[in-house]
């Protein structure tokens, strides 16, 4: 992406326009991202404007390794979960019924029968401290015991906010299914 790499160097030094164009060019991407990781639409907004911050001040970082997008990805991701950290205390789930493996896992047929917008937003419900287990596993990748030094918990408690952020997911598709069939049934 040849375009990509001069909007890259006019940024390096400090082209107001380049940013603009780079900013233009990921924002609604980089703020989708940073949805999934914030508790509401303006939150959402700050951390997509400190990353954009970021991004310029630390673009002299990116050696070329990896995908661009990715690493602007992985920096509104931190930036998330730094506002998480300061935020939010993730604790331990200690509920009956939601001991690490006793939920179903969600069902892939019963998914499949929804819209991705809805996934979405039952996702977006989810209690923040839930939320970040549960994005940064399932959706970003990373390991019980990434998450745990990320975020400065335990695997345990992330295994078990994973546990519960799953099993109300379960409880949202099935309703939504039920009342779904209901009115076309």
């Not at 730094?82 to 935020?87: D, Y």
């Not at 029968?113 to 399932?138: C, G, H, Q, S």
């Amino acid at each position: 992406m040849p375009e990509l790499k001069k909007i890259i160097r006019g940024c390096l030094g400090g082209n107001k326009r380049d940013q603009e164009l780079l900013y233009r060019r990921y924002s609604a991407k980089l703020y989708g991202v940073s949805l999934q990781y914030s508790v509401s639409y303006d939150e959402a907004r700050d951390v997509l404007q400190e990353s954009f911050i970021k991004i310029y001040t630390s673009l002299h970082t990116f050696n070329g390794d990896g995908s661009f997008e990715g690493w602007m990805r992985r920096i509104v991701v931190n930036t998330a979960l730094e506002k998480h950290r300061n935020r939010y205390y993730l604790s331990k789930v200690d509920e009956p019924g939601f001991e690490n493996g006793s939920l179903p896992e969600l069902v892939a047929e019963d998914i499949s029968e929804m819209e991705t917008e809805d996934l979405l937003n039952f996702i977006m419900e989810l209690p923040p401290k839930y939320r970040m287990v549960f994005n940064l596993y399932a959706l970003e990748g990373y390991t019980h015991k990434e998450i745990s030094k990320m975020l400065n918990i335990s695997e345990g408690t992330s295994k078990s906010n994973l546990s519960r952020a799953r099993g109300i997911l379960q409880k949202k598709v099935e309703i939504h299914l039920g009342i779904k069939k209901r009115m076309n049934g």
